[in-house]
């Protein structure tokens, strides 16, 4: 190239490249999380913040989706989130319902708030095409309801970050916390015997204050029946997420059911 250009002249070395007049700079939104950065740490980037900025998804972020390495390992959404995150957060420390509001808003500022998914009718049994409308969905927020935690005997414990809830049967009282995508991720006992005590001590922090991962998991494994199903009936109130639910008319029966929003793979890649 140096050869080249000593042949051409000055002239020739001295060309600049033509004006572009195009941007590539991506647009940005602002999202508003279920959770408010109520329940993260003081030194989390989204403690305290009521949104985050993310930006707009482009073929780079395609590229994630499609890749099948990325799939196999489960590695999809947090190298996305990763991606379109515009503050410097690891976005497996982001809570469950913070990362579902970043991915449907991702979904509708890429491909429109119509996603056309795959139902069946749980009148006629017959299944059909139906159009959900993402910009329908709603914030669940119980968790900031004064009433609703005081009627439940719940409250929060800000230097733990964790919700303190008085069980009905035994009165113990368990420290809730939130779960991250890392929470998520973490391995489940395999046993289907477990199922009810691998999800609840994904949950449990501490009883009576006391934060011994043994003495919790043994409390869990043998939580009075009564105690669990109430603490199983109340974990999605507290847990601030977006409503994926809405109605759904079945066009053969015109059965009417609220149905929730299927997240498959459609999701990220409509028709």
Request: charge should be negative.
């Given at each position: 190239?140096?050869?080249?250009?000593?042949?051409?002249?000055?002239?020739?070395?001295?060309a600049?490249?033509a004006?572009?007049n195009?941007?590539?700079v991506?647009?940005?939104?602002?999202?508003?999380?279920p959770?408010r950065g109520?329940?993260?740490?003081?030194e989390?980037?989204?403690?305290?913040?009521?949104?985050v900025?993310?930006?707009f998804?482009t073929?780079k972020?395609e590229?994630?989706l499609a890749?099948v390495?990325?799939?196999?390992?489960?590695l999809?959404i947090?190298?996305?989130?990763e991606n379109?995150?515009?503050c410097?957060s690891?976005p497996t420390?982001?809570?469950?319902?913070d990362r579902?509001?970043?991915?449907?808003?991702?979904?509708?500022?890429s491909?429109?708030?119509?996603?056309?998914?795959?139902?069946?009718?749980?009148?006629?049994?017959?299944?059909?095409?139906?159009?959900?409308?993402l910009?329908?969905?709603?914030?669940?927020?119980?968790?900031?309801?004064k009433?609703?935690l005081?009627e439940?005997?719940?409250?929060f414990?800000?230097?733990?970050?964790v919700f303190e809830i008085?069980?009905?049967?035994?009165?113990?009282?368990l420290?809730?916390?939130?779960?991250?995508g890392?929470?998520e991720?973490d391995?489940?006992?395999?046993d289907?015997?477990?199922?009810?005590?691998s999800l609840?001590?994904k949950?449990a922090?501490?009883?009576?204050?006391?934060?011994?991962?043994?003495?919790?998991s043994?409390?869990?494994?043998n939580m009075?029946?009564?105690?669990?199903r109430?603490?199983?009936?109340?974990?999605?109130d507290?847990?601030?997420?977006?409503d994926?639910?809405?109605?759904?008319?079945c066009k053969?029966?015109?059965?009417?059911?609220?149905?929730?929003v299927?997240?498959?793979?459609?999701?990220f890649w409509p028709?």
């Amino acid at each position: 190239m140096r050869n080249n250009q000593d042949r051409l002249g000055p002239a020739a070395a001295a060309a600049q490249p033509a004006p572009s007049n195009l941007n590539f700079v991506v647009p940005t939104e602002f999202v508003e999380l279920p959770s408010r950065g109520r329940f993260y740490p003081k030194e989390h980037p989204l403690h305290n913040q009521e949104t985050v900025e993310i930006k707009f998804m482009t073929a780079k972020e395609e590229d994630i989706l499609a890749s099948v390495t990325l799939i196999k390992k489960g590695l999809v959404i947090d190298r996305l989130l990763e991606n379109i995150l515009v503050c410097d957060s690891d976005p497996t420390t982001l809570l469950v319902g913070d990362r579902s509001a970043l991915m449907v808003a991702a979904r509708i500022s890429s491909y429109s708030s119509v996603y056309k998914a795959h139902v069946v009718c749980n009148e006629c049994t017959k299944e059909q095409d139906y159009n959900f409308d993402l910009r329908k969905t709603n914030l669940q927020q119980k968790c900031f309801d004064k009433t609703f935690l005081s009627e439940n005997k719940i409250s929060f414990n800000n230097e733990k970050s964790v919700f303190e809830i008085s069980l009905p049967k035994s009165k113990v009282v368990l420290g809730i916390k939130l779960l991250t995508g890392q929470d998520e991720k973490d391995p489940t006992d395999s046993d289907d015997k477990k199922i009810v005590t691998s999800l609840l001590s994904k949950f449990a922090f501490s009883v009576n204050g006391d934060e011994d991962t043994l003495l919790v998991s043994q409390f869990v494994d043998n939580m009075l029946a009564a105690d669990s199903r109430y603490l199983r009936a109340i974990l999605g109130d507290i847990t601030p997420s977006i409503d994926l639910k809405q109605e759904f008319v079945c066009k053969h029966c015109g059965n009417s059911e609220d149905k929730e929003v299927p997240l498959t793979a459609e999701f990220f890649w409509p028709e």
